[in-house]
């Protein structure tokens, strides 16, 4: 058996030395890994939650601007347009009951026959007899028509002219307009028929000599 030198017994020890180093390095390298993972883990977080916060406030700015303009739209067209139109359907159906006549008128022209029957004695004329009657009734019947008429013609007048004093720039909805001009002619239909019967120029009482 050969005996080591101290060179020898000296490059041992030196080389397990630098191996005890490596071994340490490799160590707290390995340590350092982990750190180095969940510090890389957190920053990747926290960039994630930025992201999902910004995209949620700019939802939030993209809803709240479509709820103004919304609104906007609402307030320009939705109040206007909805009492104008129901304005102009009101004038078509009092122009229709003009024509075709109400309750109001069949009352009050009952009324004014029991009127006549109660107030003209049996000796009376003929003449004087069917004109209170029935002539004042057919009148009454008139009066009422024409006021029916007369309201829808100024109600559709009044709705074909208001763009004229409303905000500028508005344009009045079509069909706003054709429903209106109808309530205006119904009107001046009715009223017209009413002036006739009234003056008994239409459907005067029959003669009596």
């Not at 109040?79 to 139109?85: E, I, T």
């Not at 024409?146 to 002219?161: D, E, I, N």
Request: proline share 3%.
């Amino acid at each position: 058996m050969g005996t080591k030198t101290a060179d020898e017994t000296g490059a041992e020890t030196g080389a397990e030395a630098t191996t005890d180093e490596e071994k340490v390095s490799v160590t707290k390298s390995a340590d350092d890994v982990p750190e180095a993972a969940a510090a890389d883990g957190a920053d990747t977080g926290l960039v994630a939650e930025n992201a999902d916060d910004t995209e949620s406030a700019e939802n939030a700015e993209d809803l709240e601007g479509d709820a103004e303009l919304a609104g906007d739209l609402a307030e320009s067209e939705g109040p206007s347009g909805v009492g104008q139109g129901a304005a102009a359907v009101v004038s078509v159906a009092l122009g229709l009951v003009s024509l075709t006549g109400g309750w109001i008128g069949t009352v009050a022209a009952a009324r004014e026959t029991l009127v006549g029957q109660l107030q003209t004695s049996s000796t009376a004329s003929v003449a004087k007899q069917v004109k209170e009657v029935y002539g004042d009734a057919w009148a009454t019947t008139a009066l009422w028509a024409g006021l029916f008429a007369l309201a829808a013609l100024v109600t559709g007048v009044v709705v074909l002219a208001r763009p004229a004093f409303g905000a500028p720039g508005r344009p009045q909805a079509p069909w706003i307009k054709s429903v209106a001009w109808a309530g205006v002619a119904l009107g001046v239909i009715g009223l017209l028929l009413a002036v006739l019967k009234y003056s008994d120029a239409l459907l005067g009482l029959p003669s009596t000599g």
